[in-house]
């Protein structure tokens, strides 16, 4: 892991060259209670940029993995967030990337577009559909799920499922539950509608967490979608199809 300071915050990343030459630079931007490891490594998703010649980058956003942890819910606006992937590409001496964001990562990425489109090659909304504009993230008890005693309190299975995915990668509970309050911004219709960058929104047929793909794709200019069969919120994020419908995508946008 290397890191570095985004205006007072630890951030932790990675950068991983090319298998050969230098390739296109990736930002890769992860989702609620996840890290770069779990969300971008594990699935093997750098292995496959890496081999197709991307430059991969990715990071752990505040407040998760090994980045530092923030206990105001104001740390983790929308574009406080994103601000921490521009000034990433800034220290790396990056003008322009493509960026890919899962689920709250790819709110992320959208608030980055509008905030720094010219940082930008091309936008990748994975695990996020139409609930960008109708939708705040996940629902405020998940805050509360991180801050119950145990797991063994909960019954709703929504909390119970993200406590037990906290735990397992080892999660600050506590910046979690701010990080839940603080990063429910969501987009207007206009605001998407003046993201021109090529974007590709893929959601999973079985994903009952996004909102319609379909729907968002609708309302951005310059949009494509991708929808991932027979895969819910959680697997997704690693399916091949996912993969291929990405690397064809980088493919072809300009």
């Excluded at 735990?167 to 603080?182: F, M, P, T, V």
């Amino acid at each position: 892991m290397r890191y570095f300071n985004s205006n007072g915050v630890s951030i932790a990343y990675i950068d991983v060259p090319p298998h050969e030459g230098q390739g296109d630079p990736i930002l890769l931007i992860h989702g609620f209670a996840s890290s770069h490891a779990v969300n971008w490594v594990n699935p093997l998703w750098v292995k496959t940029l890496t081999r197709e010649g991307y430059r991969v980058i990715a990071f752990d956003n505040r407040g998760h993995g090994e980045s530092e942890k923030l206990y105001d819910p104001d740390a983790y606006h929308s574009y406080r967030m994103a601000e921490d992937g521009v000034r990433l590409l800034d220290h790396l001496g990056i003008e322009r990337a493509d960026v890919m964001g899962y689920s709250m990562g790819a709110r992320i990425t959208a608030h980055m577009a509008l905030a720094s489109p010219e940082r930008m090659r091309s936008a990748m909304l994975g695990g996020l559909g139409i609930h960008l504009i109708d939708g705040v993230g996940l629902p405020l008890g998940i805050a509360d799920a991180m801050e119950a005693r145990s797991l063994d309190e909960l019954t709703d299975p929504m909390q119970r499922m993200f406590r037990a995915f906290a735990e397992q990668n080892g999660s600050d509970l506590k910046a979690l539950a701010a990080c839940i309050r603080g990063s429910r911004q969501a987009l207007t219709k206009e605001e998407v509608a003046s993201i021109t960058l090529p974007t590709l929104v893929s959601v999973g047929t079985n994903d009952d967490v996004a909102g319609s793909g379909p729907e968002l794709v609708k309302l951005l200019p310059n949009a494509t979608g991708l929808d991932i069969p027979g895969r819910d919120h959680n697997l997704a994020v690693g399916d091949k199809v996912h993969k291929q419908g990405v690397l064809e995508f980088l493919a072809r946008r300009p």
